[in-house]
């Protein structure tokens, strides 16, 4: 795969390199709260997800009234 890879001095603007991440820094999922994502991911996150974020809260919602 890396030697695959594309030089970035060859794409990105003259004096711009920024820290390219080589490694993952976590071995399994990286989990964040919702409200800490970027504004620009949880936008081109589309219709469905966000159907599906309104259903959980539903859901929960109901679970706590349910169990009260």
């Known amino acids: 795969m890396r030697e695959q890879q594309i030089d970035p001095k060859k794409y990105y603007p003259k004096g711009y390199h920024p820290h390219l991440l080589e490694d993952w820094p976590v071995e399994s999922d990286l989990v964040i709260p919702l409200e ?22 539903v859901l929960e919602q109901q679970s706590k009234e349910w169990h009260c």
Request: glycine share 10%; no cysteine.
């Open 36 to 57: 800490m994502a970027p504004k620009d991911l949880t936008d081109g996150m589309g219709a469905e997800w966000r159907l599906r974020q309104k259903n959980r809260k």
